[in-house]
């Protein structure tokens, strides 16, 4: 007897926990908080639950529609009667749908998810999936004047996920009269329900009026603006449960909207920030793996050897092999590599397991202490780090600065919440006040036997020089790109051997997994950076300022290696 849909839901996401599915870092996360949920559901805390009913609806509606692409498209003639093949959905597909309209809210019944980013390689069937799930949106989800949208930037690109669900319609007599559709060139319309699904694809600025109860934004990556989707997005204020949802392959735009959507996606799967009505999975190879590995691929392409055909991944992977031009290419649409990103310095996870709640900066009261300073006036965090001995680990404390204009600016909608709890400092007006920090960290070194307290030159010079003259042990660090090589090496080995405690600050946390990797091409050396403006790292790197010089003195004292004594 054949699994339903719930249980093919389930079942898959065990096998991807359990190591069984080959999936990568992201679906796995995906499957983890599935199981979170379902281990809180219908608590205060997590007021939703899972109704496999509807989950299972979506999956069943989507499997009454007809291929219309490839070798399942055949018409099948049986009697002389005309029929098509019907979609057969994959057991991470059916995931993805039972997860989307299956969790609901434990009073009002309505959908929990509002916004979805789902990001894969090509040929694994997105627009097909997606392009059901819209029809499943404006005629079946019994939302009255449904106005669902496939929107992108160009005609073209929005008929990507229209056309077939066009052509699933116009293949099928008895949905046309289930649901009194209406074919056009560029919509399908229920004249009876006043629902319409319809491309979408001029300019952002002539879209207003919009009443969006879904939308899928396809291909994201190639938006050079953000427009349509702040269009989309703001459009759905009087539905009551509206459904999102970006689909795309990687690109090389870390400014654009898609990669906002990536890191927003990202820092959920990795419990860093909470958004109980985002879904998203990313679909990739993982840091370290080869891509020449046919091994790794499936974790880009949960469809391999359905859609995304073996052979072709192998002549794809050899052209890539041997035509340098063809290897980013390669990356980008088979393996769904973002080719201009640096590389994720920590394994979020484990960043995680090494919180200790408890752990308090007095315990280390008149110990040995080690300090990193990162200095930013206006855009920027200012950070200051402390680290401490303890037995084999090493505990760590990060103190936050900030202006009071930046933080009115800011685009993070979590750092209000961070300001309210305390985990930053704020500081009047439209600069960070450089006499506070240094007040405190008089403090720390009447409090701690601090040995060091290594600095960036670049901004701290002049402040760094006072507090030299006051006695304070300030350490510059030079030659910076050999120092990080190393620095970066060692606290992730710390992490990763659960070496280090850190007190749970969410806002450093934020900052250390924005924090990418770039290594130069013509000396190996690494560097500490970000690929976007908006993703802070400034407590992360005093933290590699602190532990560097604290590891570097441990291994020899009498090496003052990149560093010059003030």
Known sequence: MSLGYAERAHAYARRVVDGVEGAGLYEVLMCKRFFRDLARQGTPEFPYVLNDAKGERICQFIELLSHIKGEWAKPIYTDGVLSYAKIRLEDWQIFIEYNLFG???VVTGLRRFRRSYEEIARKNAKSTRVAGRKLYLCFADEEPGAHVYSAATTAKQAREVFDPAREMVLRDEEFRQRFGCTVGRYDITAPESASSFQILASEASTQDGLNVHGAVVDEVHAHKKRDLWDVIESADGSR????????????????????????????????????????????????????????????????????????????????????????????????NVWTNAGSAWMDMEKWNACENPDLKEEEF??????????????????????????????CVFVELYYNAHAVEESSNAHLPGWVEEGWVKVCEGNLTDFDVIAEDMRADCRMHEMAEIGFDPALAMYFAGKLVEEGLPMVEIQQRSLFFTQALLQV????????????????????????????????????????????????????????????????DDSINQGFVQL
Not at 279 to 291: E, R, S
Not at 497 to 525: A, I, Q, T, Y
Request: a positive charge.
């Open 103 to 105: 969790w609901v809210h």
């Open 240 to 335: 009551s449960q509206p459904l999102i949802s970006a689909i795309t392959t990687a690109g090389k735009d870390m400014n654009g909207i898609c990669y906002e959507l990536r890191g927003i996606t990202i820092k959920v799967l990795q419990q860093i920030t909470t958004d109980e009505t985002w879904f998203g999975v990313i679909f990739t190879i993982d840091k370290g793996d080869d891509w020449t590995d046919p091994k790794v691929w499936r974790k880009a392409n949960p469809n391999i050897g359905i859609s995304a055909k073996l052979d072709k991944l192998e002549s794809a992977c050899n052209r890539a092999k041997s035509t340098p031009s063809a290897r980013g290419n390669f990356m980008t649409k088979h393996l």
């Open 365 to 394: 009261a008149g110990q040995k202490g080690y300090g990193g300073l990162d200095l930013a006036q206006k855009s920027d965090f200012a950070a200051k780090a402390k680290a401490f001995q303890r037995g084999p680990k090493w």
């Open 492 to 555: 992730e080995n710390l992490v990763l051997g659960g070496l280090l405690e850190h007190d749970g600050n969410p806002l450093l946390s934020w900052m250390v997994s924005n924090l990418v990797v770039r290594v130069s091409k013509f000396n190996e050396l690494r560097s500490p950076t970000k690929d976007r403006d908006e993703d802070k790292i400034d407590g992360a790197i005093a933290i590699l300022i602190a532990l560097g010089r604290a590891l570097l003195l441990a291994q």
